[in-house]
């Protein structure tokens, strides 16, 4: 199973997940809402951002930090995290993966708190980098993974809140790109399925703020998320 998200195909499922997450947040919030961008949004992007950057000017950054499955088998353990913060997809991986983490964070931190999609992201990652450090061994370096489990969790928090229909077939589509990128060997999909049961635990033991019975979105007109 490759973490590389090459090809069509996966470009496609992971626009999907994207757009679909994007519909589940602005349901939740309320176009209207949507102006800067918080500040653990922005924080956690310059935490991708900025090692990401170093790394164009000394590619070692790289090697120091991405995971490689035979060096956390060897101890070391950091690079399930560290891997995150460094890029291995080249100028257009590079640009890609810091987009979309723009366009994200401050979607899923306005829905969820700053703490909450915090510890989504982190979480993501390193349930992640577990899966293809041993069970599905591949060396490798991004965000792109606990980017699309951020944006997944949308589609957990609506299956656990939402009586809507749209919402409910929303939050299938995700589910359903996710076992279709596992179907073509993409392990972005573990990331998906990942993201959407943990967006669903957190739910249930810790709801994000704000009442949804208040808000109001493009998928919903005739009743609450």
Do not use: Y
């Amino acid at each position: 199973m490759t973490t590389s998200g090459e090809g069509w195909t996966s470009a496609v499922l992971f626009a999907v997940v994207i757009l679909l997450s994007s519909l589940l947040g602005w349901t939740r919030l309320g176009q209207s809402q949507l102006t800067r961008p918080p500040r653990t949004a922005v924080v956690l992007w310059l935490f991708i951002a900025v090692p990401s950057l170093v790394q164009l000017i000394f590619p070692a950054v790289l090697d120091a930090l991405e995971r490689d499955p035979n060096l956390i088998r060897d101890h070391q353990w950091w690079r399930i995290l560290t891997s995150v913060a460094v890029q291995d997809g080249g100028p257009v991986g590079f640009v890609v993966n810091l987009a979309v983490l723009a366009w994200v964070a401050p979607l899923c931190v306005r829905v969820w708190g700053g703490s909450r999609a915090v510890l989504l992201f982190v979480a993501s990652q390193i349930i992640f980098g577990l899966f293809t450090a041993f069970l599905f061994p591949s060396p490798g370096a991004g965000n792109s993974a606990a980017t699309l489990a951020l944006a997944a969790s949308l589609a957990g928090l609506s299956v656990m809140q939402s009586k809507q229909v749209p919402a409910l077939a929303a939050s299938a589509g995700i589910v359903v790109a996710g076992v279709l990128l596992i179907a073509v060997s993409d392990a972005h999909g573990l990331a998906v399925l990942t993201g959407t049961l943990l967006g669903a635990a957190l739910a249930t033991v810790s709801p994000p703020p704000g009442d949804p019975a208040l808000r109001r979105g493009p998928l919903l007109e005739h009743g609450p998320l």
